[in-house]
């Protein structure tokens, strides 16, 4: 089950809460050769994978043909509200899902000992309305049940007026491609949203890329723990023949950076600047005027040794120039 976290292009906000006392069904078995499975809940575990139906926002039937690796949307006929939420999200995924946890999970794994996060996808793209979506959840603590507090979302394709939670507060490059970021918070947990300019068929990419950025900013630390990634679709109307045709993820350790090959830019609330090693700036409006802004930009050490010799460069947009104000601390870990 997930909580809802989209809004329409009018703004309507679906409500943001889980039916007390809804069970979770889980069915057991294996996914090497062709299963059908129309349960709402069911899942089956496909190698190191769970696959799962999750129709969670409907009674209408959906059916998944699940293989060694993917899936097929056989059938759908619920049907969303497009100013809400859709009507299920089945998906593929490697770690734990409220209690359900793939075989031999490597998650949940704390952020600072991963040192890359290996995927890979395949989608096959129908007529309907949409979206193909990674989900990546991230929490505090080690996790297995119930929701993270926050919610990576990477929005391969969409179709329709659907759009993500919260409004568009940026840009960024991440594995070569540029991302449109949506960022907000459902009433439950914080949403982080990259959203692809245009459908992205299949790529092959480390997922800590969208967590690191996620980390510049502010939705969580690297002391926190990544739960799980998943791949799946969110349909509101139609979606048979869907398809994810592969799916792998992998956990590799090491130790991980918050510097990475991403750079980002600000239309309205917050941006990241520049990185090296440890050190990271998260930049935010604070408040605007006639003619001017105000702004803070937040530095913070990670590490466990003072740094020195730092330094933030903010790209501002042509025509923007800024005046610093405020006070820096002469010692502690962020030592300039």
């Known amino acids: 089950m997930k909580r809802i976290h989209w809004r329409s292009v009018g703004g309507l906000l679906a409500a943001a809460t889980l039916v007390t006392g809804t069970a979770l069904v889980s069915v057991a078995g294996s996914a090497s050769a062709a299963t059908t499975i129309c349960d709402q ?14 129709r969670w926002g409907t009674s209408a039937t959906q059916c998944i043909s699940t293989t060694n690796n993917g ?3 056989t059938q759908q006929d619920g049907v969303g509200n497009t100013s809400g939420a859709p009507v299920s999200y089945p998906a593929i995924y490697l770690g734990c899902h409220y209690t359900n946890c793939s075989p031999n999970s490597p998650l949940p794994k704390q952020i600072s000992t991963i040192g890359s996060a290996p995927s890979s996808i395949s989608y096959t793209y129908v007529g309907g309305t949409y979206d193909a979506a990674y989900d990546i959840w991230l929490d505090p603590t080690a996790k297995k049940d119930g929701v993270n507090k926050t919610e990576i979302m990477i929005w391969f394709n969409h179709t329709g007026s659907i759009q993500p ?13 540029t991302w449109t970021v949506w960022t907000g918070n459902n009433g439950g947990n914080d949403v982080v949203s990259y959203v692809a300019p245009s459908a992205i068929s299949s790529w092959s990419f480390d997922v800590m890329g969208f967590v690191k950025d996620t980390i510049a900013r502010g939705r969580a630390t690297t002391s926190w723990y ?5 791949a799946g679709f969110e349909p509101w109307i139609g979606g048979q023949g869907l398809a994810v045709t592969s799916f792998s993820a992998s956990i590799s350790g090491g130790t991980s950076s918050l510097s990475s090959s991403s750079s980002s830019s600000s239309s309205s609330s917050s941006s990241t600047g520049t990185t090296t090693g440890g050190c990271t700036a998260t930049y935010r409006q604070t408040g605007n005027w006639n003619g001017g802004f105000q702004g803070e930009v937040v530095v913070a050490n990670s590490g466990n040794a003072a740094l020195k010799g730092w330094k933030v460069a903010l ?15 002469t010692a502690g870990p962020a030592d300039r």
């Open 41 to 54: 809940y069911a899942s089956v575990t496909a190698g190191n994978y769970v696959i799962m139906n999750n």
């Open 71 to 73: 899936f097929t949307i």
């Open 165 to 177: 939670i919260g409004s568009p507060t940026g840009s960024v490059s991440i594995g070569g491609r």
């Open 226 to 230: 990544l739960t799980s990634i998943q």
């Open 315 to 329: 790209n501002l947009p042509r025509g923007q120039r800024s005046t610093v104000c405020g006070t820096v601390p």
